[in-house]
């Protein structure tokens, strides 16, 4: 089925297609300076989530054996 990554790596996507999508509608409608900053915040804001979802680590496994042991 689904990864639980591949559904956040999916997730984070949408939600920059969305806040981009509804910036530019709104921007076409008219906006303020003020509004035009938020905008800007929340394309920023969604293309940071999308970043770090897809270069976060994953968490090691423990093997139960030690380094110096190999």
Same mark, same amino acid.
Do not use: D, N
């Given at each position: 089925?689904?990864?639980?990554?591949?559904? /956040?790596?999916? +997730?984070s #996507?949408? &939600?920059?297609f969305?806040?981009?999508?509804m @910036?530019?509608?709104?921007a076409?409608?008219?906006?303020?300076?003020?509004?035009? /900053?938020?905008? +800007?915040? #929340?394309? &920023?804001?969604?293309?940071?989530?999308?970043? @770090?979802?897809?270069?976060?680590?994953?968490?090691?496994?423990?093997?139960?054996?030690?380094p110096?042991?190999?």
């Amino acid at each position: 089925m689904f990864s639980s990554k591949e559904v /956040a790596e999916w +997730a984070s #996507a949408i &939600l920059v297609f969305a806040s981009g999508g509804m @910036a530019g509608h709104y921007a076409s409608l008219g906006m303020t300076p003020v509004q035009w /900053a938020g905008a +800007a915040a #929340a394309v &920023l804001g969604s293309v940071t989530v999308a970043v @770090a979802v897809r270069v976060w680590p994953a968490p090691a496994h423990c093997t139960g054996v030690m380094p110096s042991e190999a």
